[in-house]
Protein backbone atom coordinates (compact mmCIF):
# COMPACT_ATOMS: atom_id res chain seq x y z
CA UNK A 1 0.00 0.00 0.00
CA UNK A 2 1.27 3.40 -1.27
CA UNK A 3 0.11 6.72 -0.20
CA UNK A 4 1.66 10.20 -1.27
CA UNK A 5 2.60 12.70 0.43
CA UNK A 6 3.18 16.33 -0.83
CA UNK A 7 6.19 17.80 0.38
CA UNK A 8 6.40 21.50 0.68
CA UNK A 9 9.42 23.98 -0.03
CA UNK A 10 11.04 24.29 2.59
CA UNK A 11 11.34 20.70 3.34
CA UNK A 12 12.31 19.67 -0.25
CA UNK A 13 16.03 19.94 0.54
CA UNK A 14 16.00 16.74 2.54
CA UNK A 15 13.82 14.91 -0.22
CA UNK A 16 16.54 15.78 -2.96
CA UNK A 17 13.95 18.16 -4.46
CA UNK A 18 11.06 15.99 -4.75
CA UNK A 19 7.41 17.47 -3.89
CA UNK A 20 5.95 13.85 -3.95
CA UNK A 21 7.08 11.23 -2.12
CA UNK A 22 5.15 7.69 -1.62
CA UNK A 23 5.09 6.33 2.22
CA UNK A 24 3.42 3.14 3.84
CA UNK A 25 1.97 3.31 6.86
CA UNK A 26 -1.62 2.63 8.90
CA UNK A 27 -1.52 6.27 10.13
CA UNK A 28 0.32 9.82 10.41
CA UNK A 29 2.38 8.63 13.18
CA UNK A 30 3.33 5.56 10.78
CA UNK A 31 3.84 7.60 8.05
CA UNK A 32 5.98 10.16 10.04
CA UNK A 33 8.53 7.47 10.54
CA UNK A 34 8.72 5.82 7.33
CA UNK A 35 9.57 9.34 6.05
CA UNK A 36 12.23 9.68 8.69
CA UNK A 37 13.44 6.31 7.21
CA UNK A 38 13.74 7.37 3.59
CA UNK A 39 14.61 10.52 4.63
CA UNK A 40 16.35 10.90 7.57
CA UNK A 41 15.91 14.49 9.54
CA UNK A 42 12.54 15.00 7.90
CA UNK A 43 11.14 13.81 11.36
CA UNK A 44 12.67 16.70 13.37
CA UNK A 45 11.54 19.34 11.10
CA UNK A 46 8.53 18.32 11.58
CA UNK A 47 8.08 17.01 15.38
CA UNK A 48 9.89 18.81 18.01
CA UNK A 49 12.04 17.15 20.48
CA UNK A 50 9.15 15.92 22.38
CA UNK A 51 7.86 14.10 19.52
CA UNK A 52 4.55 16.73 18.92
CA UNK A 53 4.03 18.19 15.47
CA UNK A 54 5.80 21.52 15.40
CA UNK A 55 2.79 24.47 15.91
CA UNK A 56 3.97 26.32 12.60
CA UNK A 57 3.37 22.93 10.61
CA UNK A 58 -0.09 21.45 10.04
CA UNK A 59 -0.92 17.81 8.18
CA UNK A 60 -3.51 17.71 6.15
CA UNK A 61 -5.58 13.74 5.09
CA UNK A 62 -7.31 14.70 2.18
CA UNK A 63 -8.73 18.93 3.32
CA UNK A 64 -8.71 17.90 6.49
CA UNK A 65 -6.31 18.73 9.40
CA UNK A 66 -5.23 16.17 11.51
CA UNK A 67 -5.86 18.36 14.62
CA UNK A 68 -9.30 18.21 14.03
CA UNK A 69 -9.42 14.19 13.40
CA UNK A 70 -7.26 12.40 15.71
CA UNK A 71 -4.12 14.08 15.47
CA UNK A 72 -1.12 11.76 14.87
CA UNK A 73 -3.04 8.62 15.23
CA UNK A 74 -5.43 9.88 12.13
CA UNK A 75 -5.30 6.50 10.13
CA UNK A 76 -4.45 6.99 6.54
CA UNK A 77 -5.25 4.64 3.44
CA UNK A 78 -4.58 3.71 0.05
CA UNK A 79 -5.03 6.36 -2.40
CA UNK A 80 -5.27 9.31 0.54
CA UNK A 81 -3.69 12.62 -0.83
CA UNK A 82 -1.36 13.51 2.47
CA UNK A 83 0.07 17.59 2.98
CA UNK A 84 2.34 19.15 4.78
CA UNK A 85 1.79 22.10 5.11
CA UNK A 86 4.40 25.04 6.72
CA UNK A 87 3.35 28.55 7.81
CA UNK A 88 5.60 30.27 5.03
CA UNK A 89 7.12 33.63 4.99
CA UNK A 90 10.00 35.47 3.31
CA UNK A 91 11.83 36.42 0.21
CA UNK A 92 9.61 39.51 -0.18
CA UNK A 93 11.45 42.49 1.20
CA UNK B 1 -23.86 59.13 -4.24
CA UNK B 2 -24.00 59.14 -8.12
CA UNK B 3 -22.01 57.89 -10.54
CA UNK B 4 -20.55 60.44 -13.31
CA UNK B 5 -19.83 60.10 -16.66
CA UNK B 6 -16.11 59.80 -16.64
CA UNK B 7 -16.78 57.14 -13.86
CA UNK B 8 -19.09 55.95 -15.99
CA UNK B 9 -16.88 55.39 -19.13
CA UNK B 10 -13.49 54.40 -16.44
CA UNK B 11 -15.74 51.95 -14.69
CA UNK B 12 -17.97 50.34 -17.67
CA UNK B 13 -16.36 47.20 -18.38
CA UNK B 14 -16.84 46.00 -14.81
CA UNK B 15 -20.36 47.85 -14.13
CA UNK B 16 -21.31 45.87 -17.24
CA UNK B 17 -20.93 42.72 -15.15
CA UNK B 18 -24.17 40.90 -13.61
CA UNK B 19 -24.08 41.44 -9.76
CA UNK B 20 -22.15 44.76 -9.89
CA UNK B 21 -23.93 47.42 -12.25
CA UNK B 22 -23.96 51.24 -11.04
CA UNK B 23 -24.52 50.03 -7.28
CA UNK B 24 -21.46 47.72 -7.28
CA UNK B 25 -19.28 49.92 -8.45
CA UNK B 26 -20.73 52.92 -5.34
CA UNK B 27 -19.47 50.17 -2.81
CA UNK B 28 -16.09 50.33 -4.61
CA UNK B 29 -15.84 53.70 -4.35
CA UNK B 30 -17.31 53.93 -0.82
CA UNK B 31 -14.63 51.09 0.75
CA UNK B 32 -11.50 51.63 2.88
CA UNK B 33 -8.96 49.03 2.06
CA UNK B 34 -5.61 49.36 4.07
CA UNK B 35 -2.68 47.16 2.00
CA UNK B 36 0.28 46.38 4.96
CA UNK B 37 3.05 46.05 2.31
CA UNK B 38 3.86 47.22 -0.77
CA UNK B 39 6.42 45.14 -2.39
CA UNK B 40 5.57 41.60 -4.01
CA UNK B 41 2.24 41.01 -2.81
CA UNK B 42 0.94 44.45 -2.08
CA UNK B 43 2.28 46.02 -5.67
CA UNK B 44 -0.23 43.89 -7.74
CA UNK B 45 -2.75 44.53 -5.36
CA UNK B 46 -2.17 48.03 -5.23
CA UNK B 47 -2.43 48.41 -8.56
CA UNK B 48 -6.03 46.43 -9.44
CA UNK B 49 -7.88 47.91 -6.34
CA UNK B 50 -7.08 51.43 -7.51
CA UNK B 51 -7.98 50.67 -11.10
CA UNK B 52 -11.47 49.37 -9.62
CA UNK B 53 -11.88 52.26 -8.11
CA UNK B 54 -11.77 51.44 -4.09
CA UNK B 55 -12.69 54.77 -3.03
CA UNK B 56 -9.58 55.01 -0.63
CA UNK B 57 -6.21 53.14 -0.32
CA UNK B 58 -4.01 53.14 2.44
CA UNK B 59 -0.25 52.14 1.63
CA UNK B 60 1.84 51.21 4.49
CA UNK B 61 5.39 50.24 4.17
CA UNK B 62 8.89 51.48 5.34
CA UNK B 63 11.15 50.52 2.94
CA UNK B 64 12.42 52.54 0.29
CA UNK B 65 12.83 50.75 -3.32
CA UNK B 66 15.73 49.00 -4.08
CA UNK B 67 17.20 47.49 -7.76
CA UNK B 68 16.49 43.81 -6.59
CA UNK B 69 12.47 44.93 -5.64
CA UNK B 70 12.00 45.17 -9.72
CA UNK B 71 11.94 42.09 -10.44
CA UNK B 72 8.45 41.23 -8.78
CA UNK B 73 7.34 45.09 -7.42
CA UNK B 74 5.92 45.60 -10.48
CA UNK B 75 4.60 49.80 -10.12
CA UNK B 76 7.90 50.85 -9.26
CA UNK B 77 10.45 51.95 -11.72
CA UNK B 78 14.33 52.02 -12.15
CA UNK B 79 14.43 55.60 -11.05
CA UNK B 80 12.38 55.12 -8.12
CA UNK B 81 15.65 53.48 -6.19
CA UNK B 82 16.34 54.93 -2.85
CA UNK B 83 12.91 56.57 -2.73
CA UNK B 84 9.86 55.54 0.20
CA UNK B 85 7.71 52.82 -1.29
CA UNK B 86 4.37 54.00 0.04
CA UNK B 87 5.32 57.81 -1.48
CA UNK B 88 6.09 56.56 -5.11
CA UNK B 89 3.17 53.65 -5.15
CA UNK B 90 1.24 57.01 -4.15
CA UNK B 91 1.93 59.06 -7.13
CA UNK B 92 2.09 56.40 -9.37
CA UNK B 93 -1.64 55.06 -8.28
CA UNK B 94 -2.87 58.85 -8.38
CA UNK B 95 -1.51 58.69 -12.25
CA UNK B 96 -3.78 55.44 -12.85
CA UNK B 97 -6.84 56.84 -10.75
CA UNK B 98 -7.26 60.57 -9.58
CA UNK B 99 -11.05 59.34 -9.14
CA UNK B 100 -9.78 57.77 -5.46
CA UNK B 101 -8.22 58.70 -2.23
CA UNK B 102 -4.47 57.52 -1.38
CA UNK B 103 -3.13 57.56 1.41
CA UNK B 104 0.65 56.64 1.84
CA UNK B 105 2.10 56.00 5.56
CA UNK B 106 6.12 55.40 5.79
CA UNK B 107 5.86 53.54 9.05
CA UNK B 108 7.16 50.35 10.41
CA UNK B 109 3.96 48.69 12.09
CA UNK B 110 4.31 48.01 15.95
CA UNK B 111 1.92 47.04 18.80
CA UNK B 112 2.22 50.95 19.66
CA UNK B 113 0.72 51.89 16.39
CA UNK B 114 -1.23 49.37 14.40
CA UNK B 115 -4.47 49.61 15.87
CA UNK B 116 -4.20 53.50 14.85
CA UNK B 117 -2.88 52.63 11.61
CA UNK B 118 -5.76 50.19 10.81
CA UNK B 119 -8.39 51.86 12.56
CA UNK B 120 -10.24 53.39 9.58
CA UNK B 121 -10.12 51.05 7.44
CA UNK B 122 -12.77 48.05 6.58
CA UNK B 123 -10.54 45.83 5.28
CA UNK B 124 -6.58 44.88 5.65
CA UNK B 125 -5.00 43.21 3.13
CA UNK B 126 -1.31 41.43 4.39
CA UNK B 127 1.44 41.69 1.89
CA UNK B 128 4.40 41.84 4.82
CA UNK B 129 7.13 39.79 4.38
CA UNK B 130 8.09 38.18 8.13
CA UNK B 131 6.46 36.31 10.66
CA UNK B 132 6.39 39.07 13.77
CA UNK B 133 4.44 41.42 11.14
CA UNK B 134 2.07 38.55 10.06
CA UNK B 135 1.11 37.83 13.81
CA UNK B 136 0.33 41.44 15.25
CA UNK B 137 -1.66 42.39 11.63
CA UNK B 138 -3.61 38.54 12.77
CA UNK B 139 -3.91 39.43 16.73
CA UNK B 140 -4.87 43.30 15.75
CA UNK B 141 -7.46 42.45 12.98
CA UNK B 142 -8.85 39.94 15.65
CA UNK B 143 -9.00 42.61 18.75
CA UNK B 144 -10.27 45.07 16.50
CA UNK B 145 -12.24 42.72 14.05
CA UNK B 146 -11.28 43.89 11.25
CA UNK B 147 -11.41 41.82 7.98
CA UNK B 148 -7.69 40.75 7.05
CA UNK B 149 -6.66 39.20 3.19
CA UNK B 150 -3.94 37.30 4.26
CA UNK B 151 -1.22 35.98 1.30
CA UNK B 152 2.27 34.65 1.66
CA UNK B 153 5.14 33.19 -0.93
CA UNK B 154 8.09 31.11 -0.92
CA UNK B 155 9.70 30.36 -3.58
CA UNK B 156 7.84 28.52 -6.13
CA UNK B 157 4.84 28.27 -3.27
CA UNK B 158 2.36 30.36 -2.13
CA UNK B 159 -0.63 30.71 0.43
CA UNK B 160 -3.57 32.95 0.55
CA UNK B 161 -6.71 33.12 2.85
CA UNK B 162 -9.71 35.57 4.04
CA UNK B 163 -10.18 36.65 7.93
CA UNK B 164 -13.40 37.39 9.26
CA UNK B 165 -13.25 37.56 12.94
CA UNK B 166 -16.23 35.89 14.49
CA UNK B 167 -17.40 33.97 11.15
CA UNK B 168 -14.66 32.18 10.50
CA UNK B 169 -11.03 30.91 12.13
CA UNK B 170 -7.56 33.82 12.07
CA UNK B 171 -4.03 32.91 11.45
CA UNK B 172 -3.54 31.49 14.82
CA UNK B 173 -6.34 28.86 14.70
CA UNK B 174 -4.26 27.74 11.62
CA UNK B 175 -0.59 28.36 12.80
CA UNK B 176 -1.03 28.96 16.61
CA UNK B 177 2.92 30.46 17.02
CA UNK B 178 5.21 32.42 14.73
CA UNK B 179 8.26 29.57 14.35
CA UNK B 180 11.56 29.87 16.29
CA UNK B 181 14.50 32.21 14.96
CA UNK B 182 16.04 30.16 12.57
CA UNK B 183 13.31 27.25 12.12
CA UNK B 184 12.33 28.31 8.70
CA UNK B 185 14.10 30.17 6.39
CA UNK B 186 12.37 33.83 6.58
CA UNK B 187 14.64 36.84 6.41
CA UNK B 188 17.33 35.35 4.45
CA UNK B 189 17.10 35.39 0.71
CA UNK B 190 15.28 32.14 0.07
CA UNK B 191 14.17 33.93 -3.21
CA UNK B 192 11.18 34.20 -5.35
CA UNK B 193 9.64 33.61 -8.76
CA UNK B 194 8.32 37.03 -8.97
CA UNK B 195 5.36 36.00 -11.31
CA UNK B 196 4.18 33.83 -8.58
CA UNK B 197 3.93 36.86 -5.80
CA UNK B 198 2.02 38.69 -8.60
CA UNK B 199 -0.41 35.12 -8.60
CA UNK B 200 -1.07 35.42 -4.51
CA UNK B 201 -1.51 39.01 -4.84
CA UNK B 202 -3.60 38.71 -7.15
CA UNK B 203 -5.50 36.31 -5.04
CA UNK B 204 -5.69 38.72 -2.78
CA UNK B 205 -7.00 41.88 -4.30
CA UNK B 206 -10.00 39.34 -6.69
CA UNK B 207 -10.89 38.35 -2.54
CA UNK B 208 -11.17 41.80 -1.72
CA UNK B 209 -13.68 43.15 -4.42
CA UNK B 210 -15.36 40.17 -3.59
CA UNK B 211 -15.74 40.95 -0.36
CA UNK B 212 -16.55 44.54 -0.92
CA UNK B 213 -18.98 43.28 -3.50
CA UNK B 214 -20.95 41.14 -1.54
CA UNK B 215 -20.10 38.30 -4.09
CA UNK B 216 -19.46 34.68 -4.66
CA UNK B 217 -17.84 32.52 -1.89
CA UNK B 218 -14.40 34.15 -0.38
CA UNK B 219 -11.59 32.17 0.75
CA UNK B 220 -12.83 31.94 4.74
CA UNK B 221 -11.86 28.32 7.00
CA UNK B 222 -10.10 27.60 3.74
CA UNK B 223 -6.01 27.97 2.83
CA UNK B 224 -5.08 27.76 -0.94
CA UNK B 225 -2.02 26.86 -1.66
CA UNK B 226 -0.40 27.59 -5.23
CA UNK B 227 2.51 25.26 -6.56
CA UNK B 228 3.80 27.37 -9.55
CA UNK B 229 6.13 24.41 -10.55
CA UNK B 230 3.37 21.85 -10.72
CA UNK B 231 0.65 24.74 -11.76
CA UNK B 232 -1.79 23.65 -9.32
CA UNK B 233 -4.18 25.26 -6.85
CA UNK B 234 -5.13 23.32 -3.51
CA UNK B 235 -7.65 23.63 -0.80
CA UNK B 236 -7.64 22.44 2.79
CA UNK B 237 -9.84 23.37 5.08
CA UNK B 238 -9.36 25.90 8.27
CA UNK B 239 -12.09 25.24 11.06
CA UNK B 240 -11.85 28.08 13.74
CA UNK B 241 -9.79 26.41 17.17
CA UNK B 242 -11.89 26.34 20.28
CA UNK B 243 -8.30 26.46 21.80
CA UNK B 244 -6.61 29.71 19.74
CA UNK B 245 -4.75 31.97 21.98
CA UNK B 246 -6.47 34.57 20.49
CA UNK B 247 -10.19 33.85 18.67
CA UNK B 248 -10.52 30.61 21.06
CA UNK B 249 -12.91 30.41 24.11
CA UNK B 250 -10.59 31.33 26.58
CA UNK B 251 -7.74 33.27 24.76
CA UNK B 252 -4.47 33.61 26.23
CA UNK B 253 -3.57 36.75 24.29
CA UNK B 254 -5.39 40.32 24.85
CA UNK B 255 -3.00 42.37 24.06
CA UNK B 256 -0.46 43.00 21.10
CA UNK B 257 2.44 41.06 21.09
CA UNK B 258 6.01 42.69 19.07
CA UNK B 259 8.06 39.35 18.58
CA UNK B 260 11.79 39.60 18.26
CA UNK B 261 12.87 40.02 14.45
CA UNK B 262 14.11 36.98 12.82
CA UNK B 263 17.67 36.28 11.94
CA UNK B 264 18.76 38.65 14.75
CA UNK B 265 17.78 41.84 12.74
CA UNK B 266 16.56 44.26 15.25
CA UNK B 267 13.82 46.86 14.69
CA UNK B 268 14.62 50.28 13.23
Known amino acids: MSIKVMIPQPLQKLTNGSDVVDVTGSNIADLIIDLDAKFPGIRDRICDETGKIRRFINIYVNEEDIRFLSGDKTSIKDGDEISIIPAIAGGSK | ?268
Request: charged fraction near 20%; glycine fraction near 10%; aromatic fraction near 6%.
Open chain 2, 1 to 268: MSLNEDQIERYSRQILLPNIGGKGQEKLLNAKVLLLGIGGLGSPVAAYLAGAGVGTLGLVDSDKVELNNLHRQIIYCAEDIGKYKSEVASERLKKVNSDIKIIPHVIRLTSKNIMDVIKDFDIIVDGTDNFPTRYLVNDACVLSKKILVHGAFFRFEGQAMVIKTGEGPCYRCLFSEPPPPGAVPSCQEAGVLGALAGVIGLIQATETLKLILGLGEPLVGKLIIFNALEMNFRKVKVPRDKNCPICGEAPSINSLIDYELFCGLKRA
